[in-house]
Each structure stands twice: as structure tokens, then as C-alpha cells.
Nanobody, 125 residues
Framework: QLQLAESGGGLVHPGGSLRLSCAAS????????VGWFRQAPGKELEGVSC????????TYADSVKGRFSITKDNAQNTVYLHMNMLKPEDTGVYYC??????????????????WGKGTPVTVSS
């Protein structure tokens, strides 16, 4: 069974950068599309980004396009979310998640089969 563990969250000033990591165990990430959701205080869970099992397809929420990028390292069995030009509205708990299958077409909340426990990100001056 796939298990996901996030790390890399923290406090950063507006305009700063962070890199989140999602380390997988129990299976190889080549068999799964993997990505990130986030939940801001008092708001709904929002899909942020996804990378396909092959690594050749990526998706991004409009709110993060041009600022965030997602990559994967198959040798390390890890997915990364590179967050640049951070804004206060990026604050929230970031969850690594994966549905069954390799396509990001299934990367929506009700289709997720595996969740990490989350890592908090705070963007504040």
C-alpha cells in the first residue's frame, strides 16, 4: 500500500520560496499520479498541482500557475512542490495525495485513495 509523507513546510515572508517534499513508500511513484492539495484556514480543500506517473504531464491550479512547479525523482521515490513568489493567500496545510492510476485526470478530492498527513505553510511578514 502506498504511503506518503510530506516535509518542508514552514514560515516564509511574502515573495519568498519553499520546497515541499512528498516521500513515498510501499510502492513506486511511477505507478501513480501524485500531487498536492492545500487547505487554508476556514476554506475548502483546493487541488494545487499534479504530476503523472510518467512525469510527462503536469497540472496546476490557476492561482499558482507561473509560481509553483512540480517535479518527481523516481530514484528517490519523491515528489517535490517548488513554490516561488509566495503570497499570504498561499498559507495553509499542504497535503500530498494520490489516486489509483497514473493519470492526473483522476486528481480530484473524491478520487484520492492515499493521503499524507500534511505540512503547514505560513506566508507572513
Amino acid at each position: 500500500q502506498l504511503q506518503l509523507a510530506e516535509s518542508g513546510g514552514g514560515l516564509v515572508h511574502p515573495g519568498g520560496s519553499l520546497r515541499l517534499s512528498c516521500a513515498a513508500s510501499g510502492s513506486t511513484l511511477e505507478l501513480y499520479a501524485v500531487g498536492w492539495f492545500r487547505q487554508a484556514p476556514g476554506k475548502e480543500l483546493e487541488g494545487v498541482s499534479c504530476i503523472s506517473g510518467s512525469g510527462y504531464s503536469e497540472t496546476y491550479a490557476d492561482s499558482v500557475k507561473g509560481r509553483f512547479s512540480i517535479t518527481k525523482d523516481n530514484a528517490q521515490n519523491t515528489v517535490y512542490l517548488h513554490m516561488n513568489m509566495l503570497k499570504p493567500e498561499d498559507t495553509g496545510v499542504y497535503y500530498c495525495a494520490a489516486p489509483e492510476g497514473t493519470s492526473c485526470n483522476r486528481f480530484f478530492k473524491s478520487a484520492i485513495d492515499y493521503w499524507g498527513k500534511g505540512t503547514p505553510v505560513t506566508v507572513s511578514s
